[in-house]
Nanobody, 124 residues
Framework: QVQLVESGGGLVQPGGSLRLTCTAS????????MGWFRQAPEKERAFVAT????????IYADSVKGRFTISRDNTNNMVYLQMNSLKPEDTAGYYC?????????????????WGQGTQVTVSS
């Protein structure tokens, strides 16, 4: 079993930046692809970014490409989401997820392990 805890969310002005951290416990995630998803009020959970087991492959949703960066630290069992040039439409709960696969995965059904989420609000 893998437990995931997200941190780093908050209120930020448009154009600002935040870095989300996902801390894993229970077992190593160094062999697993990891993902970030988000869910805005009254919307379905949506894919944001994924990274493969080594960090060598990353995939982003078109809406965040060029603004967000996913990375990982396998030594410390952590995954990050650096978010720059934030927009009001980025406002959502952000969720970290762990896959059982090594390769990057974009579908939520590929992720059996989820954190509780951290809220990101972009507003002036």
């Amino acid at each position: 079993q893998v437990q995931l805890v997200e941190s780093g969310g908050g209120l930020v002005q448009p154009g600002g930046s935040l870095r989300l951290t996902c801390t894993a416990s229970g077992r190593t995630i160094s062999n697993n692809s990891m993902g970030w998803f988000r869910q805005a009020p009254e919307k379905e959970r949506a894919f944001v970014a994924t990274i493969n087991w080594s960090g060598g492959v990353t995939i982003y949703a078109d809406s965040v490409k060029g603004r967000f960066t996913i990375s990982r630290d396998n030594t410390n069992n952590m995954v990050y989401l650096q978010m720059n040039s934030l927009k009001p439409e980025d406002t959502a709960g952000y969720y970290c997820a762990a896959s059982e696969y090594a390769g990057a995965a974009v579908l939520s059904q590929d992720y059996p392990y989820w954190g509780q989420g951290t809220q990101v609000t972009v507003s002036s």
